[in-house]
Protein backbone atom coordinates (compact mmCIF):
# COMPACT_ATOMS: atom_id res chain seq x y z
CA UNK A 1 0.00 0.00 0.00
CA UNK A 2 1.58 2.94 -0.89
CA UNK A 3 1.69 6.27 0.77
CA UNK A 4 -0.83 7.98 -1.39
CA UNK A 5 -3.59 5.19 -0.54
CA UNK A 6 -3.01 4.60 3.07
CA UNK A 7 -5.47 4.51 5.00
CA UNK A 8 -5.16 4.58 9.05
CA UNK A 9 -7.08 4.90 12.15
CA UNK A 10 -6.02 8.12 13.45
CA UNK A 11 -3.34 8.03 16.22
CA UNK A 12 -4.58 8.57 19.44
CA UNK A 13 -4.13 12.42 20.91
CA UNK A 14 -1.57 11.06 23.64
CA UNK A 15 0.86 9.78 20.64
CA UNK A 16 0.60 12.29 18.25
CA UNK A 17 1.08 15.12 20.98
CA UNK A 18 4.70 13.34 21.69
CA UNK A 19 5.88 15.15 18.74
CA UNK A 20 5.14 18.71 19.95
CA UNK A 21 7.67 20.27 22.23
CA UNK A 22 5.40 23.31 23.19
CA UNK A 23 2.77 20.63 25.12
CA UNK A 24 5.46 19.94 27.27
CA UNK A 25 6.20 23.59 28.14
CA UNK A 26 2.51 23.68 29.21
CA UNK A 27 1.72 26.03 26.17
CA UNK A 28 -2.38 25.69 24.78
CA UNK A 29 -2.04 26.24 21.24
CA UNK A 30 -5.22 26.79 19.53
CA UNK A 31 -4.42 29.11 16.62
CA UNK A 32 -3.29 27.05 13.76
CA UNK A 33 -5.05 29.57 11.19
CA UNK A 34 -2.10 32.05 11.84
CA UNK A 35 1.20 29.71 12.53
CA UNK A 36 1.28 26.63 13.31
CA UNK A 37 4.06 24.68 15.63
CA UNK A 38 6.62 22.75 13.87
CA UNK A 39 7.02 18.93 15.34
CA UNK A 40 10.31 17.16 16.91
CA UNK A 41 10.13 15.52 13.21
CA UNK A 42 10.00 18.64 11.54
CA UNK A 43 12.80 20.67 13.28
CA UNK A 44 14.95 16.82 13.28
CA UNK A 45 14.62 17.14 9.55
CA UNK A 46 15.45 21.12 9.44
CA UNK A 47 19.01 20.38 11.53
CA UNK A 48 19.87 17.18 10.13
CA UNK A 49 20.03 18.88 6.97
CA UNK A 50 21.63 22.05 8.63
CA UNK A 51 24.35 19.40 10.03
CA UNK A 52 25.20 18.26 6.26
CA UNK A 53 26.07 21.86 4.64
CA UNK A 54 28.04 22.96 8.71
CA UNK A 55 30.33 19.93 8.78
CA UNK A 56 29.35 16.86 6.83
CA UNK A 57 28.65 16.73 3.10
CA UNK A 58 28.76 20.36 2.89
CA UNK A 59 27.62 20.91 -1.30
CA UNK A 60 24.66 18.22 -0.33
CA UNK A 61 23.47 18.61 -3.82
CA UNK A 62 22.01 15.14 -3.98
CA UNK A 63 20.79 14.88 -0.69
CA UNK A 64 18.62 18.17 -0.91
CA UNK A 65 17.51 17.32 -4.43
CA UNK A 66 16.07 13.97 -3.08
CA UNK A 67 14.54 15.98 -0.45
CA UNK A 68 12.98 18.21 -3.18
CA UNK A 69 11.88 15.25 -5.35
CA UNK A 70 10.24 13.63 -1.91
CA UNK A 71 8.49 16.56 -1.06
CA UNK A 72 7.00 17.54 -4.15
CA UNK A 73 5.68 13.73 -4.87
CA UNK A 74 4.09 13.98 -1.23
CA UNK A 75 2.38 17.49 -2.34
CA UNK A 76 0.98 15.40 -5.44
CA UNK A 77 -0.36 13.21 -2.90
CA UNK A 78 -1.53 15.61 -0.81
CA UNK A 79 -3.50 17.26 -3.84
CA UNK A 80 -4.46 14.38 -5.98
CA UNK A 81 -2.62 14.93 -9.20
CA UNK A 82 -0.31 12.39 -10.47
CA UNK A 83 1.39 15.44 -12.53
CA UNK A 84 4.57 16.51 -10.06
CA UNK A 85 5.80 18.68 -13.15
CA UNK A 86 2.83 20.72 -12.54
CA UNK A 87 3.88 21.91 -9.03
CA UNK A 88 6.43 24.91 -8.37
CA UNK A 89 7.47 25.86 -5.02
CA UNK A 90 7.23 28.99 -3.99
CA UNK A 91 7.94 31.26 -0.90
CA UNK A 92 3.97 31.56 0.05
CA UNK A 93 0.18 31.96 -0.91
CA UNK A 94 0.88 35.72 -2.70
CA UNK A 95 3.96 34.80 -4.21
CA UNK A 96 1.94 31.97 -5.99
CA UNK A 97 -1.11 33.63 -6.82
CA UNK A 98 1.18 37.02 -8.20
CA UNK A 99 2.67 34.37 -10.33
CA UNK A 100 -0.64 33.14 -11.45
CA UNK A 101 -2.41 37.02 -12.12
CA UNK A 102 0.63 38.00 -14.11
CA UNK A 103 1.01 34.66 -16.48
CA UNK A 104 -2.65 34.25 -17.01
CA UNK A 105 -3.37 35.10 -20.58
CA UNK A 106 -6.28 37.90 -19.93
CA UNK A 107 -7.18 40.88 -22.10
CA UNK A 108 -8.74 44.30 -21.88
CA UNK A 109 -11.91 44.48 -20.24
CA UNK A 110 -11.50 40.68 -18.33
CA UNK A 111 -13.37 40.55 -15.14
CA UNK A 112 -11.84 38.93 -12.00
CA UNK A 113 -14.50 37.44 -9.66
CA UNK A 114 -13.24 38.12 -5.95
CA UNK A 115 -15.19 38.65 -2.76
CA UNK A 116 -15.04 41.00 0.01
CA UNK A 117 -14.43 38.63 2.76
CA UNK A 118 -11.15 37.70 1.04
CA UNK A 119 -7.77 37.62 2.95
CA UNK A 120 -5.69 40.42 1.19
CA UNK A 121 -3.25 37.41 -0.67
CA UNK A 122 -5.94 36.76 -2.46
CA UNK A 123 -6.64 40.48 -4.00
CA UNK A 124 -3.48 42.55 -4.02
CA UNK A 125 -1.83 40.44 -6.43
CA UNK A 126 -5.00 41.25 -8.88
CA UNK A 127 -5.42 44.53 -7.95
CA UNK A 128 -1.62 45.10 -9.05
CA UNK A 129 -2.36 44.03 -12.80
CA UNK A 130 -6.19 45.55 -12.58
CA UNK A 131 -5.20 49.11 -14.04
CA UNK A 132 -1.74 48.13 -15.80
CA UNK A 133 -3.86 45.62 -18.06
CA UNK A 134 -6.72 47.73 -18.19
CA UNK A 135 -9.07 44.76 -16.07
CA UNK A 136 -11.57 45.42 -13.79
CA UNK A 137 -11.82 43.44 -9.91
CA UNK A 138 -15.68 42.41 -9.19
CA UNK A 139 -16.35 41.89 -5.22
CA UNK A 140 -19.19 39.19 -4.58
CA UNK A 141 -20.57 40.23 -1.31
CA UNK A 142 -20.82 37.41 1.21
CA UNK A 143 -23.96 36.37 3.21
CA UNK A 144 -23.56 35.85 6.88
CA UNK A 145 -19.89 35.11 5.91
CA UNK A 146 -21.05 32.33 3.36
CA UNK A 147 -20.16 32.86 -0.45
CA UNK A 148 -22.79 30.10 -1.78
CA UNK A 149 -22.37 29.00 -5.29
CA UNK A 150 -25.52 30.47 -6.45
CA UNK A 151 -24.25 34.10 -5.20
CA UNK A 152 -21.29 33.17 -7.15
CA UNK A 153 -22.79 32.81 -10.63
CA UNK A 154 -25.45 35.82 -9.81
CA UNK A 155 -22.31 38.14 -9.94
CA UNK A 156 -20.77 36.44 -13.03
CA UNK A 157 -21.17 38.88 -16.39
CA UNK A 158 -20.02 38.32 -20.20
CA UNK A 159 -16.48 39.54 -19.26
CA UNK A 160 -15.95 37.29 -16.17
CA UNK A 161 -12.45 35.40 -16.98
CA UNK A 162 -11.24 34.21 -13.51
CA UNK A 163 -12.59 33.25 -10.60
CA UNK A 164 -10.47 32.91 -7.77
CA UNK A 165 -11.61 31.89 -3.90
CA UNK A 166 -10.14 30.55 -0.45
CA UNK A 167 -10.94 27.24 -0.13
CA UNK A 168 -11.92 28.32 3.34
CA UNK A 169 -12.38 32.27 4.75
CA UNK A 170 -9.73 33.37 7.03
CA UNK A 171 -12.20 34.83 9.02
CA UNK A 172 -15.62 33.49 8.92
CA UNK A 173 -14.09 29.88 8.74
CA UNK A 174 -16.58 29.48 5.39
CA UNK A 175 -15.49 26.41 3.50
CA UNK A 176 -15.89 26.66 -0.05
CA UNK A 177 -17.48 24.63 -2.74
CA UNK A 178 -14.56 23.82 -4.39
CA UNK A 179 -16.29 21.13 -6.29
CA UNK A 180 -19.35 22.84 -7.07
CA UNK A 181 -17.43 26.18 -8.44
CA UNK A 182 -15.07 24.15 -10.37
CA UNK A 183 -18.11 22.66 -12.45
CA UNK A 184 -19.28 26.12 -13.02
CA UNK A 185 -16.25 27.22 -13.95
CA UNK A 186 -15.74 24.72 -16.79
CA UNK A 187 -19.22 25.31 -17.78
CA UNK A 188 -18.79 28.68 -17.97
CA UNK A 189 -15.34 28.33 -19.28
CA UNK A 190 -13.59 30.16 -16.48
CA UNK A 191 -10.57 30.00 -15.02
CA UNK A 192 -10.35 28.99 -11.13
CA UNK A 193 -8.02 30.00 -8.72
CA UNK A 194 -7.76 28.55 -4.98
CA UNK A 195 -5.94 30.25 -2.32
CA UNK A 196 -5.68 26.72 -0.44
CA UNK A 197 -3.65 28.02 2.67
CA UNK A 198 -6.40 27.57 5.14
CA UNK A 199 -7.82 24.41 3.80
CA UNK A 200 -4.78 22.48 2.90
CA UNK A 201 -3.94 19.92 6.02
CA UNK A 202 -7.11 19.90 7.58
CA UNK A 203 -9.46 18.89 4.78
CA UNK A 204 -9.23 17.31 1.52
CA UNK A 205 -8.81 19.27 -1.52
CA UNK A 206 -8.54 17.56 -5.09
CA UNK A 207 -7.13 19.00 -7.46
CA UNK A 208 -8.45 17.41 -10.41
CA UNK A 209 -11.93 16.03 -9.20
CA UNK A 210 -12.41 20.14 -8.38
CA UNK A 211 -11.57 21.31 -11.44
CA UNK A 212 -9.24 23.68 -9.86
CA UNK A 213 -6.87 25.14 -12.52
CA UNK A 214 -4.29 26.92 -9.93
CA UNK A 215 -4.05 26.44 -6.53
CA UNK A 216 -1.17 28.38 -4.14
CA UNK A 217 -0.46 28.13 -0.58
CA UNK A 218 2.01 29.07 2.05
CA UNK A 219 2.97 25.55 4.47
CA UNK A 220 3.19 27.58 7.79
CA UNK A 221 -0.44 27.01 8.86
CA UNK A 222 -2.42 23.83 8.59
CA UNK A 223 0.33 22.41 6.76
CA UNK A 224 2.30 22.34 9.88
CA UNK A 225 5.90 23.35 7.93
CA UNK A 226 8.36 26.25 8.08
CA UNK A 227 7.53 29.95 6.81
CA UNK A 228 8.35 30.86 3.64
CA UNK A 229 7.78 28.16 2.20
CA UNK A 230 4.74 27.01 -0.09
CA UNK A 231 3.53 25.90 -3.71
CA UNK A 232 1.58 26.27 -6.80
CA UNK A 233 -0.22 23.57 -8.65
CA UNK A 234 -1.25 25.12 -12.70
CA UNK A 235 -3.34 22.22 -14.45
CA UNK A 236 -2.71 22.31 -18.31
CA UNK A 237 -5.54 24.56 -19.17
CA UNK A 238 -3.66 27.50 -17.53
CA UNK A 239 -0.12 25.59 -18.62
CA UNK A 240 -0.83 25.79 -22.46
CA UNK A 241 -1.25 29.56 -22.76
CA UNK A 242 0.90 30.40 -19.39
CA UNK A 243 3.49 33.27 -19.55
CA UNK A 244 6.40 32.66 -17.39
CA UNK A 245 6.64 36.07 -15.89
CA UNK A 246 9.65 34.59 -13.24
CA UNK A 247 12.36 32.69 -14.45
CA UNK A 248 16.22 31.98 -13.61
CA UNK A 249 18.88 28.84 -14.42
CA UNK A 250 17.20 26.38 -13.02
CA UNK A 251 13.88 27.18 -15.24
CA UNK A 252 15.41 25.22 -18.41
CA UNK A 253 15.86 21.27 -19.43
CA UNK A 254 19.68 21.31 -18.87
CA UNK A 255 20.42 23.87 -16.54
CA UNK A 256 24.14 23.01 -15.88
CA UNK A 257 24.54 23.27 -19.49
CA UNK A 258 25.49 26.83 -18.28
CA UNK A 259 26.57 28.82 -21.61
CA UNK A 260 23.84 27.11 -23.48
CA UNK A 261 21.21 30.31 -23.48
CA UNK A 262 18.73 28.99 -25.93
CA UNK A 263 17.59 25.93 -24.26
CA UNK A 264 13.45 24.96 -23.81
CA UNK A 265 12.09 25.88 -20.58
CA UNK A 266 10.98 22.68 -18.30
CA UNK A 267 7.64 21.43 -18.59
CA UNK A 268 4.78 22.38 -16.71
CA UNK A 269 5.35 24.88 -13.97
CA UNK A 270 8.75 23.66 -13.46
CA UNK A 271 9.81 26.32 -15.06
CA UNK A 272 9.06 29.00 -12.47
CA UNK A 273 11.42 27.42 -9.96
CA UNK A 274 14.04 30.42 -10.68
CA UNK A 275 16.70 29.70 -8.69
CA UNK A 276 18.11 27.84 -5.61
CA UNK A 277 15.42 26.98 -3.56
CA UNK A 278 14.66 27.17 0.19
CA UNK A 279 16.10 24.01 1.06
CA UNK A 280 15.20 24.29 4.68
CA UNK A 281 11.56 25.28 4.34
CA UNK A 282 11.31 22.01 1.85
CA UNK A 283 13.21 19.98 3.75
CA UNK A 284 10.84 20.95 7.17
CA UNK A 285 7.78 20.67 4.71
CA UNK A 286 8.37 16.75 3.38
CA UNK A 287 8.98 15.73 7.14
CA UNK A 288 5.17 17.43 7.95
CA UNK A 289 3.76 16.32 4.38
CA UNK A 290 4.99 12.57 5.79
CA UNK A 291 3.09 12.87 9.12
CA UNK A 292 0.53 14.30 7.91
CA UNK A 293 -0.22 11.77 5.03
CA UNK A 294 0.77 8.86 7.21
CA UNK A 295 -1.91 9.81 9.38
CA UNK A 296 -4.57 10.72 6.79
CA UNK A 297 -6.06 14.07 5.40
CA UNK A 298 -9.76 12.37 6.10
CA UNK A 299 -9.04 11.59 9.35
CA UNK A 300 -7.33 14.76 10.34
CA UNK A 301 -10.21 16.29 8.66
CA UNK A 302 -12.77 14.10 11.09
CA UNK A 303 -10.68 14.95 13.78
CA UNK A 304 -10.88 18.51 13.56
CA UNK A 305 -14.25 18.22 12.60
CA UNK A 306 -15.18 16.57 16.37
CA UNK A 307 -13.10 19.42 18.06
CA UNK A 308 -14.77 22.65 16.18
CA UNK A 309 -18.43 21.06 16.72
CA UNK A 310 -17.65 20.68 20.29
CA UNK A 311 -16.46 24.40 20.27
CA UNK A 312 -19.43 25.28 18.25
CA UNK A 313 -21.76 23.59 20.97
CA UNK A 314 -19.69 25.65 24.08
CA UNK A 315 -20.45 29.13 22.70
CA UNK A 316 -23.83 28.54 21.47
CA UNK A 317 -25.04 27.56 24.27
CA UNK A 318 -23.65 30.78 26.21
CA UNK A 319 -25.69 33.92 25.60
CA UNK A 320 -22.78 35.97 26.18
CA UNK A 321 -21.61 34.71 22.63
CA UNK A 322 -22.72 35.07 19.03
CA UNK A 323 -21.07 32.81 16.51
CA UNK A 324 -19.92 33.74 13.34
CA UNK A 325 -18.45 30.32 11.82
CA UNK A 326 -21.75 28.38 10.35
CA UNK A 327 -23.05 25.51 12.98
CA UNK A 328 -23.03 23.48 9.87
CA UNK A 329 -20.18 21.27 9.81
CA UNK A 330 -20.31 20.94 6.03
CA UNK A 331 -19.36 24.63 5.71
CA UNK A 332 -16.33 24.98 8.18
CA UNK A 333 -13.20 23.16 8.24
CA UNK A 334 -10.70 24.56 11.57
CA UNK A 335 -11.68 27.84 12.47
CA UNK A 336 -14.50 29.04 14.70
CA UNK A 337 -14.80 32.71 15.11
CA UNK A 338 -16.99 33.98 17.05
CA UNK A 339 -17.56 37.70 19.15
CA UNK A 340 -19.15 38.56 23.17
CA UNK A 341 -22.34 40.75 22.86
CA UNK A 342 -20.59 42.69 25.78
CA UNK A 343 -18.26 45.08 24.73
CA UNK A 344 -14.76 43.77 25.29
CA UNK A 345 -11.01 44.67 24.50
CA UNK A 346 -9.61 42.06 22.35
CA UNK A 347 -6.19 42.80 22.10
CA UNK A 348 -6.01 42.52 25.96
CA UNK A 349 -7.66 39.57 26.29
CA UNK A 350 -5.15 37.71 23.65
CA UNK A 351 -2.74 39.58 25.87
CA UNK A 352 -4.10 37.97 28.97
CA UNK A 353 -4.71 34.71 27.45
CA UNK A 354 -0.87 34.65 26.57
CA UNK A 355 0.04 35.23 29.55
CA UNK A 356 -1.80 31.95 30.60
CA UNK A 357 0.36 30.39 27.60
CA UNK A 358 -2.85 30.02 25.65
CA UNK A 359 -2.52 30.85 21.73
CA UNK A 360 -6.05 31.99 19.88
CA UNK A 361 -6.42 34.91 17.59
CA UNK A 362 -8.58 38.14 17.54
CA UNK A 363 -9.00 39.36 13.78
CA UNK A 364 -11.43 42.31 13.35
CA UNK A 365 -13.39 42.21 16.38
CA UNK A 366 -14.05 38.70 16.70
CA UNK A 367 -12.26 36.07 18.66
CA UNK A 368 -10.78 33.20 16.30
CA UNK A 369 -9.98 29.62 17.61
CA UNK A 370 -8.00 27.05 14.59
CA UNK A 371 -7.20 23.68 16.43
CA UNK A 372 -5.57 20.56 15.10
CA UNK A 373 -5.68 17.52 15.15
CA UNK A 374 -3.24 16.96 18.06
CA UNK A 375 -5.63 19.36 20.63
CA UNK A 376 -8.00 17.90 22.78
CA UNK A 377 -11.73 18.45 24.21
CA UNK A 378 -9.93 19.32 27.28
CA UNK A 379 -7.79 22.34 25.85
CA UNK A 380 -10.75 23.90 24.11
CA UNK A 381 -12.82 24.00 27.37
CA UNK A 382 -9.86 25.35 29.26
CA UNK A 383 -9.74 28.02 26.92
CA UNK A 384 -13.27 29.00 26.74
CA UNK A 385 -13.32 28.78 30.37
CA UNK A 386 -10.67 31.01 30.49
CA UNK A 387 -12.28 33.75 27.82
CA UNK A 388 -15.56 33.41 30.43
CA UNK A 389 -13.84 34.47 33.39
CA UNK A 390 -12.50 37.46 31.99
CA UNK A 391 -15.87 38.94 30.42
Given at each position: ?178 AEIGRLCREKELFFVVDGIQGLG ?127 SKMRAGIVTFSTKAEVDGDKLIG ?40
Amino acid sequence: MTEKTKSVQILSPEHCRQKYAHIKDGITYLNHASVSPLSDDVKSAITGFLEQRNRTKIENLEEGVEILENCRTRISHLIHTPKTENIAFTRNTSDGISLVAEGLPLKEGDEILLNSMEFPSNVHPWRSIEKRKNLKIRYAEPVHGTLPVELIKKNITHQTRVISVSAVQFLSGYKSDLAEIGRLCREKELFFVVDGIQGLGVTDIDVEGMNIDALATGGHKWLMSPLGIGFLYLNERILENFTPVRTGWFSVEEPWDLLNYDQPWLNGALRLEDGTPNMLGIAGMNASLENLLHIGIGNISARVQKLTGFLVDLIQNDSRFNLYTSSDSKMRAGIVTFSTKAEVDGDKLIGELKNEKISISHRQGFLRIAPHYYNTHEELQHVFEEICSRL
